[in-house]
Each structure stands twice: as C-alpha cells, then as structure tokens.
C-alpha cells in the first residue's frame, strides 16, 4: 500500500524556535497533502490542504504566518512551526491525498510529537 | 455547524466476542464514510470505506454499515483479539476533507 514518511517523529525545543517537519509519499505522487493536529484524547484538527505547486489552503482559525506550508514537489510537502511556543506543543500529522479524491482513503504518516518548553 | 460522535470514549470486550462501534453524525450529508486505526504514538491507518448507497461493506473479520436516514454508521469487529485493541476513528468526507471523530478507544481482554 501507499507509505507516507514524516519526519521528524519527536521534537523537543526551547520556546521562540522555528521547527520544520517534512512530509514524504514514497511510491505515489500525491497532489494534495493535509496537515493536521491531535491533542491526547481528540480528534484529528485540519489544519491546511496543500496543494503541489500553489498555496496552501488553510482552515479557519489557523494562523497562516505561523503555520508555513510548502509544497513544492509531488512527493514532498512541509510544515514549520514558526516561533513555536508551548502551546503549540501537540501531535502534528500529515496525511497524503488525491484533489477531490474524498472517496479515496487517505494515507498517513506516522506523525510528529512536539514539545515546546 | 457539522458534528460527529463516536458513542463511547472507551470500550472493553473479552476476547472473542464482537465489539460494535458507533459513529453518529448530524448536520451532514456526507457521500462517503471511513474507518480508521489508530494506534498509540502512531498516524491512522484505513480500514474501510463504505458509499452513502451502501449498506454494509465487509473485510475479513470487520463489517461496516451505513445508514443515511439514521446518520449513523456501525463497525464491528467479530472473533476480536487483543491485537485489535486500539483506538478507531471514524470520518466522514463529501466534497470537502476528511471530518474526524474523537474515536473510541477499544481494549481487547484475553
């Protein structure tokens, strides 16, 4: 089956760092990847669609300056968390997709704990 | 706004039994509906996916069904085994993204 690598899989940083985590599909090109965040015992929270080759699209309440998206490549998208502070400590996940594809599953990866201290 | 609940934050079977999963959903006509594991520390994993003009959908020990006119789904996992013990999502996806629920935390008892 599809295999979506992100990495890293933990990150601990000093309050005001900038973290970047990168999101892989590894045999398939995926056009739109997702972002999304888990707190313990939540469901998983959209953050943004990416979308190869143009702007991410973000949901609402996400600070667009803070969360930076790229997606330059078909098989690569990343997220960096800029200035990250504690409360931005959570499990971070990405997820890779077809557009428009919701009758599609969609493929994960296996997800990136941050801590902010 | 659109809501989605799966009934039970936790629940506890002994092995060999079926365990039965609900996922209600309101304000939402979503045109199809899938299911997901998930484990401790780990991204979710796609189980099933049934169409809103389906019934029901099976793989190997695990059934799904799909009502529209209740707004509810069911997920059964039959002869379950403590390897089945984790915590499964469902969501719901139309013309927009995948909608998640909190899941529902499933401990398999030998």
């Known amino acids: 089956g599809a295999v979506v690598s992100q990495h890293p899989s933990w990150v601990i940083c000093k309050s005001g760092t900038s973290v970047k985590i990168e999101c892989r599909s590894l045999?398939?090109?995926?056009?739109?990847m997702f972002w999304y965040r888990q707190f313990p015992k939540q469901s998983l929270m959209l953050m943004a669609t990416s979308n190869e080759g143009s702007k991410a699209t973000y949901e609402q309440g996400v600070e667009k300056d803070k969360f930076l998206i790229n997606h330059a490549s078909l098989t690569l998208s990343t997220l960096t968390v800029t200035s990250a502070h504690p409360e931005d400590s959570s499990f971070y996940i990405c997820s890779a997709g077809w557009a428009g594809g919701s009758n599609q599953p969609q493929h994960f990866g296996d997800g990136t704990r941050l801590s902010i201290l | 706004s659109q809501k989605i609940e799966q009934n039970s934050e936790a629940l506890n079977i002994q092995e060999g039994k079926t365990a039965t999963l609900t996922c209600n959903y309101t304000?939402?006509?979503?045109?199809?509906l899938q299911w997901y594991r998930q484990d401790p520390g780990r991204g979710p994993v796609f189980l099933l996916l049934i169409r809103e003009n389906e019934k029901e959908k099976r793989k190997e020990r695990l059934k799904v069904t799909f009502d529209t006119t209740l707004k509810q789904s069911l997920f059964h996992i039959t002869a379950s085994q403590p390897a089945d013990s984790a915590t499964y999502l469902c969501?719901?996806?139309?013309?927009?993204?995948?909608?998640f629920g909190k899941g529902t935390r499933l401990s398999v008892i030998a």
């Open positions: 304000n939402y006509s979503p045109a199809y």
């Open positions: 045999d398939f090109q995926a056009t739109t």
């Open positions: 969501a719901l996806s139309g013309n927009t993204p995948l909608v």
